[in-house]
């Protein structure tokens, strides 16, 4: 059984920063390419930011980019998202995914995921 579980959300001021922690059992996180997706209230789940096997490779949507940064550590099963200058358009449930299949850009390509952490951005 694969598990992943999200920490570090929470309520800050707009401007401000957060960083997101998504812990995994096993060697799941050094073996799988992983990803970030938030959904917020009315709005369908979006892709956020996405590093490969290796963390040598990350990639963002445009809305985060420059602000965002995901990053890995192998050797603690963990994966990183380290988000600067927070907006209130980033108020979302955010969740940690292992990648499957097919475009880092697609939910579809998933195979395992966390429960989620709300992180909200008031102002």
């Known amino acids: 059984q694969v598990q992943l579980v999200e920490s570090g959300g929470g309520l800050v001021q707009a401007g401000g920063s957060l960083r997101l922690s998504c812990a995994a059992s096993?060697?799941?996180?050094?073996?799988?390419?992983m990803g970030w997706f938030r959904q917020a209230p009315g709005k369908v789940r979006e892709f956020v930011a996405a590093?490969?096997?290796?963390?040598?490779?990350?990639y963002y949507a445009d809305s985060v980019k420059g602000r965002f940064t995901i990053s890995r550590d192998n050797a603690k099963n963990t994966v990183y998202l380290q988000m600067n200058s927070l907006k209130p358009e980033d108020t979302a449930v955010y969740y940690c995914?292992?990648?499957?299949?097919?475009?880092?850009?697609?939910?579809?390509?998933?195979?395992?995921w966390g429960q989620g952490t709300q992180v909200t951005v008031s102002s």
């Open positions: 995914a292992a990648h499957y299949s097919g475009s880092y850009y697609n939910q579809n390509a998933y195979a395992y």
């Open positions: 096993g060697r799941i996180i050094s073996t799988y390419a």
């Open positions: 590093i490969s096997w290796s963390g040598g490779s990350t």
